[in-house]
């Protein structure tokens, strides 16, 4: 099992700047893979950016060079940097966890979600 708590969010004006953490508790040790999702007002959640077990990141083209994903040593605590921000960046924002058993299944953990909005 893996709890995630977000933190972070808020209101900014366009050209701002945010921080989104998200810490994992529980079985940390399993997590394969974490990361950041966000949903729009009437559209799908999409990803935002990802951090794999070994460190790779992958962002959405949307935010490539604005945003910056990292994760600490312990793996259990995510932060993305949210840079330049844009009005389209508005939505409620989800961590994401990949939990690997050892058996060769996989478990996603999300959580709760928290808002970012970008004023004009």
């Known amino acids: 099992q893996v709890q995630l708590v977000e933190s972070g969010g808020g209101l900014v004006q366009a050209g701002g700047s945010l921080s989104l953490s998200c810490e994992a508790s529980?079985?940390?040790?399993?997590?394969?893979?974490m990361g950041w999702y966000r949903q729009a007002s009437g559209l799908e959640r999409e990803l935002v950016a990802t951090i794999a077990d070994g460190g790779t990141t992958n962002y959405a083209d949307s935010v490539k060079g604005r945003f910056t994903l990292s994760r600490d040593n312990h793996r259990s605590t995510i932060t993305l940097e949210m840079n330049s921000l844009r009005p389209e960046d508005t939505g409620v924002y989800y961590c994401?966890?990949?939990?690997?058993?050892?058996?060769?299944?996989?478990?996603?953990?999300w959580g709760q979600g928290t808002q970012v909005t970008v004023s004009s």
């Open positions: 529980g079985s940390v040790f399993g997590i394969k893979h």
């Open positions: 994401k966890a990949i939990y690997s058993d050892g058996t060769g299944r996989n478990y996603q953990y």
